[in-house]
């Protein structure tokens, strides 16, 4: 059975002392505002790691979640509680939109593991207008808000943009394992076959900012992965994408393979050697 190390209720006491030492009027609000919430939100966080330690199926739920939230997905604070979102196009990959949302379903159940609630009709497909007028679709899930939702909203989104929005940033007390790497690269990591046998291999981090890129890398070496650096536009964040140096390309996919569910298997690629 992995160990899981996720967090413990010193890191999480710390990730709320962080909150409250940099933005002291936002979180002085939040506990006044809802001090029963922020009480239930301490309590049932503390209980789902007591539950990881004994619950495999849990925990790896945890693990899941973490990876998901290294890529696009996000939590959204709305009326003194968060609430989950992701959102899926697959035109550029050419994926049907009926295979994303059975992955969307998969995303779902790993929620509901953990106590969370999609909402009534999540995950759909969807449509909209683009402002030349041409019309497209997209897959999106949204769940219901959550005690267990609003404290990982505290310990992840810990920088503020100028404009008073919160910014997703990597959580001092991760821990990657398996499981949660293979959720994160699955959501926001790429693959192909380069020139010979080289295999590029990408995480995109270009949005995060340096101090959350170095912790996953090690984090990464942790792992006995080697990494390097690319370089990415990004309207916010370092722009730097870590990347997988071509002697740990295999230990990589060999760590993730097991984990990489439909649609997105075909990023599972081996160098040859």
């Known amino acids: 059975m992995r160990e899981w190390r996720a967090g413990n209720k010193s890191s999480v006491s710390q990730s709320l002392k962080r909150w409250n030492e940099e933005h002291p009027a936002y979180y002085k609000n939040y506990q006044e505002s809802t001090p029963e919430l922020t009480f239930a939100a301490k309590e049932s966080h503390e209980a789902s790691l007591a539950r990881a330690s004994t619950d495999a199926v849990y925990r790896e739920a945890l693990e899941a979640f973490d990876g998901l939230m290294l890529g696009d997905s996000g939590l959204v604070y709305r009326g003194k509680s968060a609430k989950f979102h992701l959102g899926l196009s697959g035109k550029k990959l050419e994926i049907p939109s009926s295979e994303l949302i059975v992955y969307l379903e998969h995303v779902r159940d790993a929620l509901g593991i953990l106590g969370i ?14 402002r030349d007028g041409r019309s497209y679709e997209y897959c999106e899930l949204w769940t219901r808000v959550s005690a267990f939702l609003t404290l990982e909203h505290i310990r992840w989104y810990h920088e503020l943009y100028p404009d008073g929005t919160a910014h997703k940033e990597v959580p001092g007390d991760l ?40 912790l996953l890398e ?11 650096r690319a370089r990415a536009r990004a309207r916010r964040g370092s722009g730097v994408v870590v990347t997988m140096l071509q002697d740990s390309v295999n230990d990589f996919m060999g760590l993730v393979d097991p984990y990489v569910i439909e649609p ?10």
């Open 117 to 130: 609630e999609a909402m009534l009709g999540y995950p759909k497909i969807c449509r909209g207008v683009k």
């Open 175 to 214: 821990v990657i394992t398996p499981i949660s790497l293979a959720s994160w690269f699955t959501g926001d990591g790429s693959s192909s076959f380069g020139n010979g046998p080289s295999v590029p291999v990408y995480l995109y981090t270009e949005g995060f900012n340096i101090r959350s890129v170095t």
């Open 218 to 228: 090690t984090q990464l070496h942790n792992l006995g992965l080697n990494t390097g």
């Open 264 to 273: 997105y298997r075909y990023k599972v690629k081996y160098r040859m050697v």
